[in-house]
């Protein structure tokens, strides 16, 4: 038998947890000695406690998890189910950590100790655009971290070719009032196909463009420097910006890319 102390640290929860969940029956020690009170647990308990605390983590109340212990919860089904919630939380914490960085970069720009990156920037017209694309919405600029890369390849999947074969890969960024829209396909010129929509992007006679080079999650600073250097010169966007991928390394390393970033003006 184990004391209610030995319990709790070999399950990693409180003497209070165990307390209370003795209280409403959901785990109830092995032995309680009558005149003390003192509660003992069997180490064979240890398999349903930790049950317990898995579906209270994922967000389960008390009786939905009396309810499901009681029914029988097999370990597939916990398996498949932590699984999942394992990779929304790696998602969250992608998402957490890149508006940690965005939230950095403003706070630099406040402040204004950041030193803007030195870029070549050029005055042009862009040229239409049919693409093979998807559009995606999310809700802040952070999350796109986790969109742009794998929406490219369900489009190239379609299209045929590995996505570094491909001929101008392209991402379009428009503000809604609900988020952020992303087009992101390829420069396309075949049939309409299941699974993306065929999108022109208009010719725009006026643009600013400049290129980044190297780490793509500094991609931010490259636009800002750009757009600073836009409303330096008497112009402001007046269009969905947008970033040509003329090399995305595909062996996983992040400092090999070069995007032009395209960004249609206006005089102001």
Known sequence: MLSIGAFAQVGQVTHRMLRYWDQVGLLVPAHTDPFSGYRSYDPQQLQRLHRIVALRQLGFGIEDVASLLEEGVDSEFLTTVLQRRRAEVEEEYRTAAARLADVQRRLHLIERRRTMPSLEIVHKPLPALRLAARRVTVREQPELGGVVGPTFDSVAEIIGGERGALETPVAAYSMLDDGLEATIGYAYSGEPQEGFEVISLPAEEQAFAAVHLGEING??????????????????????????????????????????????????
């Open 219 to 268: 991609i931010s600073r490259s636009w800002q420097a750009l757009h600073e250097e836009i409303l330096a010169r008497g112009f402001e966007p007046s269009g969905p910006c947008r970033e040509l991928y003329l090399r995305a390394d595909e062996s996983g390393r992040t400092d090999e890319f070069v995007v032009e970033l395209q960004q249609p003006v206006r005089p102001s």
